[in-house]
Every structure is written in structure tokens, then in C-alpha cells.
């Protein structure tokens, strides 16, 4: 059965930091996409971040450009977002993503199109206080 789970969210200080982390099993593709994205109360669910398997791209949103880095360990098929230098606007549940998308995709840069990933985890909430 594909599955991703989340963990290391938490309550942290507006200027901390919080390791996020993202294991996928039961996948048995070789080439993917996943990504980080979060939704706060009220707001739709935004991308934040994403990590191709094939080359190890990377993106990000503007919003968190230099704050957060995103990087996978494929042989324990795990994806981390490390957010520092958090603010309160970046309270939200994070949730980790896999979709299999095309080279137009990111050309598009649609890469954080909820509609072109079909698995998700659970969430973790992210709390930063003021």
C-alpha cells in the first residue's frame, strides 16, 4: 500500500527552526515529484516547496525562498523541509505529496498544482508564535 507520513511539526518561536520530514512507502516508481504543501485555517492549501527523484531539482515559493530547504535521502526514501527563520504567517498543517508530473509541468511550472499529485499524507500542524 502507498503511503506518506509526516512528522516533526510543533510549536515554535517566530526566528526558529522545525525539521519537517516525509516517508513514502509502497511506491514503486522511479521517477516523481514531492512536494510540501500547507494550508492555514481559512486559506487554500498552497505549494511551498518541491524535489524532483529524477535530478534532485528543487523549487520553492516566493514566500519561503531562503528560509526553507527541501532535500531527500532516496535510499530511505525520505524527504525533509527544513524551515528556519520561521514567522508566524508559516503556521499552517504541512502536507507531503507524490505525483508523477511531466517535463511541461515544469516548464509550466505547475509544480504545485494540488491536482497533479494523487498521494498524500496525513499532515503535521506547524505553529509559530509571536
Known amino acids: 500500500e502507498e503511503q506518506l507520513v509526516e512528522s516533526g511539526g510543533g510549536l515554535v518561536q517566530a526566528g526558529g527552526s522545525l525539521r519537517l520530514s516525509c516517508g513514502a512507502s509502497?511506491?514503486?516508481?522511479?521517477?516523481?515529484?514531492i512536494a510540501w504543501f500547507r494550508q492555514a485555517p481559512g486559506k487554500e492549501r498552497e505549494g511551498v516547496s518541491c524535489?524532483?527523484?529524477?535530478?534532485?531539482?528543487?523549487y520553492y515559493a516566493n514566500s519561503v525562498k531562503g528560509r526553507f530547504t527541501i532535500s531527500s535521502d532516496n535510499a530511505k526514501k525520505m524527504v525533509y523541509l527544513q524551515m528556519d527563520n520561521l514567522k508566524p504567517e508559516d503556521a499552517a498543517v504541512y502536507y507531503c505529496?507524490?505525483?508523477?508530473?511531466?517535463?511541461?509541468?515544469?516548464?509550466?511550472?505547475?509544480?504545485?498544482?494540488?491536482?497533479?499529485?494523487?498521494?498524500w499524507g496525513q499532515g503535521t500542524q506547524v505553529t509559530v508564535s509571536s
Open positions: 509502497g511506491f514503486t516508481f522511479r521517477d516523481y515529484v
Open positions: 505529496a507524490l505525483g508523477i508530473l511531466s517535463w511541461g509541468d515544469f516548464i509550466s511550472r505547475r509544480f504545485f498544482q494540488t491536482q497533479l499529485y494523487d498521494y
Open positions: 524535489i524532483s527523484s529524477t535530478d534532485g531539482s528543487t
